[in-house]
T-cell receptor, first 114, second 113 residues
Framework: DAGITQSPRYKITETGRQVTLMCHQT?????MFWYRQDLGHGLRLIYY???????DKGEVPDGYVVSRSKTENFPLTLESATRSQTSVYFC?????????????FGPGTRLTVT | GENVEQHPSTLSVQEGDSAVIKCTYS??????FPWYKQELGKGPQLIID?????GEKKDQRIAVTLNKTAKHFSLHITETQPEDSAVYFC????????????FGRGTSLIVHP
């Protein structure tokens, strides 16, 4: 099915562990984004990618690593998880072109760091 | 960089009333202004957007207005229904270079039956 998917949907991990959140889109959109959503802060951009092999930092990149070797995948890695990274993470994709700038969001991953 | 302020943070209305959510932005180069609706447990979904060459856009009970001079834009929902209850986000972005939307902090709309 076409769309944008995230996995896992729920994750509990311990402080100091590495964890990777996966994001996959089937539209071949150029742009992909990672946001975290915390109460009172709305959606804060962690990293974004304008195309395969092109990534850049957003508002809150510290403690996170991304890669984009293929257009359809944009994994987010927490190298050494901290409690402050407990959050809901959303991946989004967009054509980012004059035809459409709409962002399509995944269902989210709820991450708890204990 | 762009800064988007959104008000109010919470809005409570009776079914059938109108609801208005307002956003201001700081970067005069911004030219694309979408609104997203986020239902509980789901990702945000685009409900309407407006580009800077248009002052107003309507889609059934939803309308968005843009005042480029004052750098503010608003979402208007008429004849609200309980299913309109959700969190609404505004965003602003420039589309000429890298496309990096900046979001407001969200408005929790509660429609009471």
């Amino acid at each position: 099915d076409a769309g944008i998917t995230q996995s896992p949907r729920y994750k509990i991990t311990e402080t100091g562990r590495q964890v990777t959140l996966m994001c996959h889109q089937t539209w071949s959109h150029s742009y992909m984004f990672w946001y975290r959503q915390d109460l009172g802060h709305g959606l804060r951009l962690i990293y974004y990618s304008a195309a395969a092999d092109i990534t850049d930092k957003g508002e809150v990149p510290d403690g996170y690593v991304v890669s984009r070797s293929k257009t359809e995948n944009f994994p987010l890695t927490l190298e050494s998880a901290t409690r402050s990274q407990t959050s809901v993470y959303f991946c989004a994709s967009s054509p980012g072109s004059p035809d459409s700038y709409e962002q399509y969001f995944g269902p989210g991953t709820r991450l708890t760091v204990t | 960089g762009e800064n988007v302020e959104q008000h109010p943070s919470t809005l409570s209305v009776q079914e059938g009333d109108s609801a208005v959510i307002k956003c201001t932005y700081s970067d005069s180069a911004s030219n694309y202004f979408p609104w997203y609706k986020q239902e509980l447990g789901k990702g945000p979904q685009l409900i309407i957007d407006i580009r800077s060459n248009v002052g107003e856009k309507k889609d059934q009970r939803i309308a968005v207005t843009l005042n480029k001079t004052a750098k503010h834009f608003s979402l208007h929902i008429t004849e609200t229904q309980p299913e309109d209850s959700a969190v609404y986000f505004c965003a602003a972005s420039e589309t000429g270079g890298s496309y990096i939307p900046t979001f407001g902090r969200g408005t929790s709309l509660i429609v009471h039956p």
